[in-house]
Nanobody, 127 residues
């Protein structure tokens, strides 16, 4: 079992930067691929970024490439943190951001492939 808890959301202006973090625990967390998804108002949940358990491979959705960076702290195998650094934010980035995890090392972009989810954190970008 993996437990995920997001933090760091808030209200910012367009062009600002913001980071959201996801703290996870559980014996298999350190061997899990982690991802961020988001769901904007009236929209379906969409993939944002993912990172392998070792932190050596990442993948991003096209709308965030070059602006967002996903990283994970692997110093404590029992309690990892994955962070999404968001720069040059736009109003269309407004959404609830969810952290997700799946055991295994392959990068995945489909929500159905992730078994564990956090409760989400709201990010609002005003124009």
């Amino acid at each position: 079992q993996i437990h995920l808890a997001e933090s760091g959301g808030g209200l910012v202006q367009a062009g600002d930067s913001l980071s959201v973090s996801c703290e996870g625990n559980g014996r298999t967390f350190s061997r899990s691929t982690l991802a961020w998804f988001r769901q904007g108002p009236g929209k379906e949940r969409e993939f944002v970024a993912a990172i392998t358990w070792a932190g050596d491979q990442t993948i991003y959705a096209d709308p965030v490439k070059g602006r967002f960076t996903i990283s994970r702290d692997t110093r404590d195998p029992a309690k990892n943190t994955v962070t999404l650094q968001m720069n040059s934010l736009k109003s269309e980035d407004t959404a609830v951001y969810y952290c997700a995890a799946v055991i295994g090392g392959r990068l995945r972009t489909l929500a159905d492939e992730y078994n564990y989810w956090g409760q989400g954190t709201q990010v609002t970008v005003s124009s």
